[in-house]
């Protein structure tokens, strides 16, 4: 027993001892390697933009607030009670009369008939008024999530730009420990040389403003998540490129006029406008009060008796709102023909943008890249070798840094324009 001990304490000390050594591998007051960026896709990013941000959040309220008013419209006229005590004499006197010897108590109970269907109708009116909140909230969300797309392309293109300034450095400094060894073997003179180092300061602020580019992006594209999640472990990863595959522009207009959100608002709109005057014609009827009274009066013990009012609708006959609603119909199908056309005008235009990125895309993914990279590659070798000249090689590597650069700008532009009939059309049609 006492070795089964022993054996148990060896064990538990080497453990121990283990533990420590485990513990001591990174130096004492060394802080600790930060968490690796998280990646987020462009469904990620959507699926947090819906849940935390704040004026998205706010506006969804309004939806909750008119199912609300639903219950304040379906809600029945409350019965009116009245209490009546009648033929009290304070003055009476005498020991056989009191004040109360000849009280006569009654209470009246009396409810408000609503013809014409009236409460139908403000319920009809009123769950038509959350449809247009639900339409407005998704217009809402159709305009938001145009913004946070721009902000999600500027970050990938912010991306893209920056690794490219990093891959034209990473190249200059190769053509400069070429240049020093040709230098070294007295093939280049010093100014030469000089030049060269000179250059690329010109590469080294390329990557800096691409670094600051991509921060202001990560902060803009945070800001409308709501998150606080540091710059350096954030980061989005997506296709940063462009497709030459688009509908027939009649298609995309077709889509936009059955999809977008505000038209459709505008659509419950001039239903609610017709509801709207239907109630009004039914607020302008006679609505009946029927009630029922009871009391004592001495020498009956007890009694009832029941009548109704009518009230007389000589003047008013609600002649002002059965007009107006009527006139509000004729101005929300106006409004109807104004979104109609401003739909269509988006999708045109939003249509043109995407068609001319990708016209000019288009070569430059078939040709004008190639050619840069084949034309830099083929003068740096001509350099190399004394078969072309400083300038030359300068002048190549220039145009290339452009040609890229362009192209990098070019395919922003496309997918701006991309997320713009995206919005135009009222859902996404180009991913």
């Known amino acids: 027993m006492r070795k089964k001990i022993q054996l148990g304490f060896w064990l538990f000390l080497v453990l121990a001892l283990g533990f420590a050594a485990d513990s001591s591998a990174q130096p004492p007051g060394q802080t600790p390697s930060p968490r690796p960026a998280q990646s987020w896709t462009w469904e990620k990013v959507k699926d947090r933009f819906e849940q935390n941000n704040p004026t998205l959040l ?27 005590s009648d033929q009290i004499a304070p003055f009476n006197a005498g020991p056989s009369h009191g004040p109360f010897a000849y009280l006569l108590p009654s209470a009246t109970v009396s409810y408000l008939l609503e013809r014409d269907h009236k409460r139908g109708l403000r319920l009809e009116s009123a769950k038509k008024a959350t449809g247009i909140a639900a339409s407005n909230y998704a217009d809402t969300e159709r305009t938001l999530l145009f913004n946070l797309r721009g902000a999600f392309v500027s970050t990938l293109q912010a991306k893209a730009v920056l690794q490219l300034a990093n891959d034209n450095l990473d190249y200059y400094d190769r053509l400069l420990v070429t240049s020093r060894d040709r230098f070294n073997a007295g093939d280049i003179a010093q100014i030469d040389l000089d030049r060269l180092e000179l250059q690329r300061v010109q590469y080294e602020s390329d990557v800096q403003t691409a670094l600051v580019n991509l921060r202001t992006a990560k902060i803009q594209l945070l ?7 540091p710059i350096e472990q954030f980061d989005v990863s997506g296709s940063f490129d462009f497709s030459d595959q688009l509908l027939l522009q009649d298609e995309f207009r077709k889509i936009a006029l059955d999809t977008r959100p505000d038209l459709r608002a505008t659509v419950e709109a001039v239903d609610k406008a017709q509801t709207d005057h239907k109630l009004a014609i039914a607020n302008g009827s006679t609505d009946p009060t029927f009630s029922v009274d009871m009391g004592r009066n001495p020498p009956i013990d007890f009694y009832f008796g029941v009548g109704v009012n009518f009230p007389l609708r000589i003047f008013d006959r609600n002649q002002g709102e059965k007009l107006r609603t009527k006139l509000d119909i004729d101005r929300n199908q106006r409004l109807l023909e104004a979104a109609q056309a401003q739909v269509l005008s988006d999708v045109d235009s939003a249509y043109a943008m995407v068609s001319s990125n990708v016209i000019l895309l288009q070569p430059y993914k078939a040709k004008y890249l190639q050619q840069a990279v084949r034309v830099r590659d083929t003068v740096f070798f001509s350099y190399q070798h004394g078969g072309a000249s400083l300038l030359d090689f300068l002048n190549a590597q220039s145009e290339y840094r452009t040609v890229e650069l362009s192209y990098v700008n070019l395919v922003g532009a496309y997918l701006t324009a991309a997320a713009q009939l995206n919005m135009a059309v009222g859902r996404e049609v180009i991913p």
Do not use: H, M
């Open 223 to 229: 800001t409308l998540l709501n998150d606080r999640t």
């Open 58 to 84: 706010a506006d969804k309220l309004n939806i909750d607030e008119s199912k609300a008013q639903e219950i304040t419209a379906n809600l029945r006229p409350n019965p009116d009670l009245g209490l009546l």
